[in-house]
């Protein structure tokens, strides 16, 4: 059975910092692109971040330069590092993980992230 699992929002203040998890289960995590979205009331998921299987790295441009996506593949675990977090940057943020060759995506099933005063 194929288990994404998010962790790590929380309410936080503008300026502030926070660190999500995904830690995976059922996959080869190795053979697998992962990547972070996220969806905010009344408006359409969108990308974040993705990390191929050879680390290579592409940002959302509203997001460059604030959030640092990396992966563990001893621990089968993505990671979004968000800094400098705005209130725009409040929604509900989902990992995936992609393996082309074979054709799956699979999605956790999100974390909330809140900034606000």
């Known amino acids: 059975q194929v288990q994404l699992v998010e962790s790590g929002g929380d309410l936080v203040q503008p300026g502030g910092s926070l660190r999500l998890s995904c830690t995976t289960s059922?996959?080869?995590?190795?053979?697998?692109?992962m990547g972070w979205h996220r969806q905010a009331p009344g408006k359409q998921r969108e990308l974040v971040a993705t990390i191929t299987t050879n680390g290579r790295i592409n940002y959302a441009d509203s997001v460059k330069g604030r959030f640092i996506i990396s992966r563990d593949n001893a621990k089968a675990t993505v990671y979004l590092q968000m800094n400098s977090l705005k209130p725009e940057d409040t929604a509900v943020y989902y990992c995936?993980?992609?393996?082309?060759?074979?054709?799956?995506?699979?999605w956790g099933q999100g974390t909330q992230v809140t900034v606000s005063s």
């Open positions: 059922g996959i080869i995590f190795s053979l697998n692109e």
């Open positions: 995936n993980a992609v393996r082309y060759s074979i054709s799956t995506n699979y």
